[in-house]
């Protein structure tokens, strides 16, 4: 199983931001999934089976906005697991997203009490997910059979 789970943001407009932060967000998000796929495809395709799963985000799915580079690096990752998932099923491997929303993380921190408060009434579930429950899905996604292969598995609450 490999689990591709690298992400940041840059949070701005479009227009203001540097091409090195956009640089640095494809890099960061998107580069490294396919370096780190890459990387196992080889012994994958010996043993004829395992599971590759990325972890992105529900704005990869619908976009956000002052989140151009980070929504585009997540869009990017949810095709590249499509394409990629058309490639190894011939060959048992599975290739699957998770397209999380809200998440109680570390990446998350940058936001007050009040502005969390607020991001947790425009969810149906009314809170943040917790780490503990994407790991859950994540694990679950794993053990699928290989013909669960090419989704983006959204984790939001009901949000988007």
């Not at 370096?35 to 599971?51: D, N």
């Not at 799915?61 to 099923?89: F, P, W």
């Amino acid at each position: 199983v490999l689990v591709n789970n690298a992400g940041i943001s840059r949070v701005g407009l479009l227009e203001s931001m540097p091409l090195s932060q956009w640089e640095e967000v494809m890099r960061t998000n998107v580069t490294s999934v396919f370096l780190c796929t890459k990387a196992v495809i080889p012994l994958m395709l010996r043993r004829k089976s395992g599971s590759i799963i990325n972890i992105s985000s529900v704005w990869g799915c619908v976009g956000a906005s002052c989140e151009a580079a980070y929504s585009a690096s997540k869009g990017a990752v949810n095709a590249l697991t499509q394409a990629v998932a058309k490639e190894l099923a011939p060959s048992g491997i599975a290739v699957n997203a998770v397209a999380c929303g809200a998440i109680d993380t570390d990446m998350n921190a940058c936001f007050s009490p009040e502005e969390k408060e607020e991001i947790a009434e425009e969810i149906p579930a009314g809170r943040f997910g917790l780490p503990r429950e994407a790991a859950d899905l994540i694990w679950t996604v794993a053990a699928q059979s290989p013909y669960l292969t090419g989704q983006i598995i959204r984790l939001d609450g009901g949000w988007i």
